[in-house]
């Protein structure tokens, strides 16, 4: 696929372009500088095709991540086709903006000068200091008033290298979202499983500030890995608010979440995460981090600890791995498989109602004034989570203990339980 990579300064409206390019809300963007520090990657649709946008961390910073972020550009920019130099259109050109060009021109890739923030179209007169950068005429830009996108969509096709169209439709990968507390090891894990350090890792909590999409293929297998923000009880800023946000979205949009834990802080934030991803019908994967730094005589006594403090999450697999040492980073990707299987699961109807059957007969059906509750069929017409629905006589009569009951058998009889599923009851008017 095409690689376009979006370059500047800091708060030139980066993440804004790049937002407006893919239409949707994807990157945290707030007006302060420095919110993007490592790379983030979406896919653009045109009629004229489809290229990866990549979304980069503001060079020239002047602060403590300026090193860092300039490495993860470098990075970005070693296969990139096309650069988008993104310049404030409505400021006066910085030294930090004739360094990204020199650090361009040195680069050798074709760059896409283009001015951003002009709101109005009498604000282009304004435009000639650009010619300065030494890039030609420059493209102005809104992204609030998604000006001048269609003729930026048209020059970077210009740029791009005509390619013959493939063969195969690209596969959609598996997401695996991957989140938990700040500091639980979520980046440190990323970079293990990719073999480079693709995301900054610092000691410092609250470091990744927004979630992180990135393509890999694991045994044939192709995943999308979305490094997220770290989820603390309270956020101390709006733009982690936002980065918060962002990753509470990036569960939703997941088919496996990834809930990454410190062994040695755990707490209700690790439920919430949990049944959250669960309510969003989303199957959770517990993957224990840092355990290198659990010494082997005390292993038996923190796993005893974990399931004390997770006993409400039980019946959710776990993999204990480490950064450190790659312990167990395979045994992470067959289990996603696994549990997106086993999320869509479809039962056959038959079979559904044969144990319907069965399950009738081991207990007591509820009954209200005489009148039994009846199930005259059951059905399963959805998956991812999957949901069954009971048409019975009157949906009223099922009781909190009798729809527990149905549960804990899909879990058991048809395997279900590390998933979440759903049960509707309706009442027989309704059958069709």
């Given at each position: 696929m095409h690689k376009v990579v979006i370059v500047g300064r800091p708060n030139v409206g980066k993440s804004s372009l790049f937002n407006r390019l893919l239409g949707k809300r994807s990157a945290v963007v707030a007006d302060v500088p420095g919110v993007t520090r490592d790379l983030?990657?979406?896919?653009?649709?045109?009629?004229?095709?489809?290229?990866?946008?990549?979304?980069?961390?503001?060079?020239?910073?002047?602060?403590?991540?300026?090193?860092?972020?300039?490495?993860?550009?470098?990075?970005?920019?070693?296969?990139?086709?096309?650069?988008?130099?993104?310049?404030?259109?409505?400021?006066?050109?910085?030294?930090?903006?004739?360094?990204?060009?020199?650090?361009?021109?040195?680069?050798?890739?074709?760059?896409?000068?283009?001015?951003?923030?002009?709101?109005?179209?009498?604000?282009?007169?304004?435009?000639?200091?650009?010619?300065?950068?030494?890039?030609?005429?420059?493209?102005?830009?809104?992204?609030?008033?998604?000006?001048?996108?269609?003729?930026?969509?048209?020059?970077?096709?210009?740029?791009?290298?005509?390619?013959?169209?493939?063969?195969?439709?690209?596969?959609?990968?598996?997401?695996?979202?991957?989140?938990?507390?700040?500091?639980?090891?979520?980046?440190?894990?990323?970079?293990?499983?990719?073999?480079?350090?693709?995301?900054?890792?610092?000691?410092?909590?609250?470091?990744?500030?927004?979630?992180?999409?990135?393509?890999?293929?694991?045994?044939?297998?192709?995943?999308?890995?979305?490094?997220?923000?770290?989820?603390?009880?309270?956020?101390?800023?709006?733009?982690?608010?936002?980065?918060i946000r962002r990753s509470l979205k990036a569960i939703e949009e997941a088919d496996v979440v990834l809930l990454v834990i410190d062994p040695f802080q755990v707490g209700d934030r690790e439920l919430k995460l949990a049944n959250h991803a669960m309510e969003k019908g989303k199957p959770v994967l517990l993957v224990i981090t840092k355990w290198d730094l659990v010494r082997k005589e005390e292993a038996p006594k923190v796993r005893r600890e974990l399931k004390e403090k997770l006993a409400h999450l039980e019946h959710l697999p776990r993999v204990y791995t480490s950064a450190f040492t790659k312990q167990n980073l395979d045994k992470i990707f067959s289990e996603a498989v696994r549990l997106f299987e086993l999320n869509h699961t479809r039962i056959p109807t038959a079979e559904l109602n044969r144990w319907v059957s069965v399950w009738t007969t081991k207990v007591q059906l509820p009954n209200f004034k005489g009148k039994p509750l009846k199930i005259f069929y059951a059905t399963q017409p959805e998956v991812a989570p999957p949901t069954f629905v009971f048409f019975v006589n009157y949906p009223e009569f099922v009781t909190r203990a009798f729809e527990n009951y149905l549960k804990n058998r899909i879990g058991e009889d048809l395997g279900l339980k590390e998933v979440p599923f759903r049960l509707v009851f309706r009442g027989r008017r309704e059958e069709s």
């Amino acid at each position: 696929m095409h690689k376009v990579v979006i370059v500047g300064r800091p708060n030139v409206g980066k993440s804004s372009l790049f937002n407006r390019l893919l239409g949707k809300r994807s990157a945290v963007v707030a007006d302060v500088p420095g919110v993007t520090r490592d790379l983030k990657e979406g896919v653009v649709e045109s009629e004229k095709g489809r290229f990866l946008l990549v979304d980069t961390g503001g060079l020239w910073s002047g602060d403590r991540w300026e090193k860092k972020i300039q490495e993860k550009v470098d990075q970005a920019l070693e296969d990139a086709e096309v650069v988008l130099f993104a310049v404030d259109g409505r400021s006066e050109l910085t030294q930090a903006d004739y360094e990204v060009a020199e650090y361009l021109r040195k680069k050798g890739k074709p760059v896409i000068l283009v001015a951003t923030k002009v709101d109005d179209p009498k604000h282009e007169h304004y435009l000639g200091p650009l010619y300065a950068l030494g890039f030609g005429d420059p493209i102005p830009t809104s992204s609030e008033h998604a000006r001048g996108l269609g003729e930026l969509l048209e020059a970077i096709w210009e740029k791009l290298p005509v390619r013959h169209i493939e063969s195969e439709p690209e596969v959609a990968g598996i997401r695996l979202a991957i989140v938990g507390r700040p500091n639980a090891g979520k980046s440190s894990l990323l970079n293990a499983i990719l073999g480079e350090e693709r995301v900054i890792v610092s000691e410092e909590p609250g470091t990744t500030r927004d979630a992180i999409d990135v393509r890999f293929t694991f045994r044939g297998q192709p995943f999308i890995l979305v490094d997220t923000a770290g989820i603390r009880k309270r956020p101390e800023t709006l733009v982690e608010e936002l980065a918060i946000r962002r990753s509470l979205k990036a569960i939703e949009e997941a088919d496996v979440v990834l809930l990454v834990i410190d062994p040695f802080q755990v707490g209700d934030r690790e439920l919430k995460l949990a049944n959250h991803a669960m309510e969003k019908g989303k199957p959770v994967l517990l993957v224990i981090t840092k355990w290198d730094l659990v010494r082997k005589e005390e292993a038996p006594k923190v796993r005893r600890e974990l399931k004390e403090k997770l006993a409400h999450l039980e019946h959710l697999p776990r993999v204990y791995t480490s950064a450190f040492t790659k312990q167990n980073l395979d045994k992470i990707f067959s289990e996603a498989v696994r549990l997106f299987e086993l999320n869509h699961t479809r039962i056959p109807t038959a079979e559904l109602n044969r144990w319907v059957s069965v399950w009738t007969t081991k207990v007591q059906l509820p009954n209200f004034k005489g009148k039994p509750l009846k199930i005259f069929y059951a059905t399963q017409p959805e998956v991812a989570p999957p949901t069954f629905v009971f048409f019975v006589n009157y949906p009223e009569f099922v009781t909190r203990a009798f729809e527990n009951y149905l549960k804990n058998r899909i879990g058991e009889d048809l395997g279900l339980k590390e998933v979440p599923f759903r049960l509707v009851f309706r009442g027989r008017r309704e059958e069709s």
